[in-house]
């Protein structure tokens, strides 16, 4: 939970401004997990979640479809063997609050998360 409360200090995620009139506030949840490996408990994690269920479509967010960006199994598996048939290197690195980074067009207003 440090971890993730410094990376969205570190990168000014937050912002507090005077509540809008008018605007639908979206809550903030913690959401706690446990990673084990082979049955031992490796770490504790937790991430700060919108809770996206408050949200009216077509006032707090214009898409019509609100995603995840995920790849099914099969596009992965053919990205493997177009790399292998072209004798291409493969790598996999893993971006710590990726979704930190993005950039909006229009602001989000939500609730505290320390309070």
């Known amino acids: 939970m440090d971890a993730e409360i410094d990376n969205t200090r570190r990168l000014n995620v937050f912002k507090e401004v005077l509540r809008p009139n008018g ?25 700060l979640v919108a ?8 006032v707090d967010h214009r898409d019509a479809h609100l995603y995840a960006p995920v790849v099914r199994l099969e596009s992965f598996r053919a990205l493997i063997s177009i790399t292998a048939l072209f004798d291409h290197d ?26």
């Open 23 to 47: 605007k639908n506030i979206i809550a903030p949840k913690w959401v706690f997990r446990r990673k084990y490996e082979n049955r031992l408990l490796t770490k504790h994690k937790a991430r």
């Open 90 to 115: 493969l790598r996999q690195f893993d971006v710590s609050a990726a979704y930190l980074h993005r950039h909006r067009r229009r602001s989000l207003h939500g609730a505290s998360p320390w309070v």
């Open 51 to 58: 809770r996206g269920f408050t949200q009216v479509p077509g």
